[in-house]
């Protein structure tokens, strides 16, 4: 499930990056190549009309969790994204019964890592602890772990470790404790690519930005299939390739 950029991208809210002008219509055409990426590698796209005044709105993933069983609509950190997730919860009511999370709580999509039955929560900006028990509340009927993680020096959980495949994460060692994954083979961003290690895995593919070349020379050393987009006006947006899509199986 993606979204079409917003005419409003510009006026996107930022936190560790510096404003710089965006080409709305050259973000909606990388947009576009994105959809067209993840279509490559076997996902059928639903792809929902752009929420005019909602600059963000683009980057859906921070709006719910979806789950094999249900999926959990958010509450944003940024109360200026809040209300991207009307739109959301009425798209995915078609394939999944639908729990929330709730005031006083706030949690971003981007900062929720699912590893097996254990969800890996991001303490950041945009995730509160309270939006953290009441996932932890809302999931453990269901039999999954929420573990809460300290990020430090990134927007998400996500901007810093993202799963390769069922025993590989891929990390930036500067902004989440490597040790919080030692379960895990651990392949390290390259040290010139500080923003790498977002990115999106379907199956036994991966996909992430074309800006990252060192990075990405290390997963295919690694023995990953990697397809490369571009998204440097996403990237301006302080997006990247998880956050522009909810990624999940149909169900009957």
């Known amino acids: 499930m993606t979204r079409e950029v917003s005419p409003a991208l510009g006026d996107c809210?930022?936190?560790?990056?510096?404003?710089?002008a965006i080409d709305v219509a050259q973000a909606s055409a990388q947009h576009h190549a994105y959809q067209r990426a993840l279509e490559t590698l076997g996902c059928r796209v639903i792809a929902l009309p752009a929420e005019v005044d909602l600059p963000d709105s683009v980057f859906v993933e921070d709006t719910a969790i979806v789950l094999d069983e249900v999926a959990v609509l958010t509450r944003p950190g940024a109360a200026s994204r809040r209300d991207e997730v009307a739109s959301i919860a009425a798209a995915l009511a078609e394939w999944r019964p639908l729990l929330a999370i709730e005031a006083p709580g706030t949690i971003d999509g981007g900062d929720v890592l699912r590893l097996g039955r254990t969800?890996?929560?991001?303490?950041?900006?945009?995730s509160n602890a309270a939006g953290i028990a009441q996932l932890r509340e809302l999931l453990a009927g269901h039999g999954y772990a929420v573990e809460a993680v300290p990020t430090h020096g990134c927007l998400h959980l996500k901007s810093a470790v993202t799963q390769l495949d069922d025993h590989t994460v891929l990390l930036q060692p500067a902004w989440v404790d490597r040790a919080r994954f030692a379960g895990f083979r651990v392949i390290e961003v390259d040290p010139a690519e500080p923003h790498a290690a977002n990115v999106v895995r379907i199956g036994d593919a991966l996909l992430m930005p074309a800006s990252f070349p060192r990075t990405r020379q290390r997963l295919l050393d690694a023995g990953f299939a990697v397809t490369a987009v571009d998204v440097s006006e996403l990237q301006k947006a302080e997006g990247a390739v998880t956050c522009c899509s909810l990624i999940f199986r149909a169900t009957d």
Do not use: M, T, Y
């Not at 809210?13 to 710089?20: G, H, K, N, P």
């Not at 969800?119 to 945009?126: F, N, Q, Y």
């Open 13 to 20: 809210e930022l936190s560790f990056v510096e404003r710089a």
């Open 119 to 126: 969800l890996h929560v991001g303490e950041s900006a945009r």
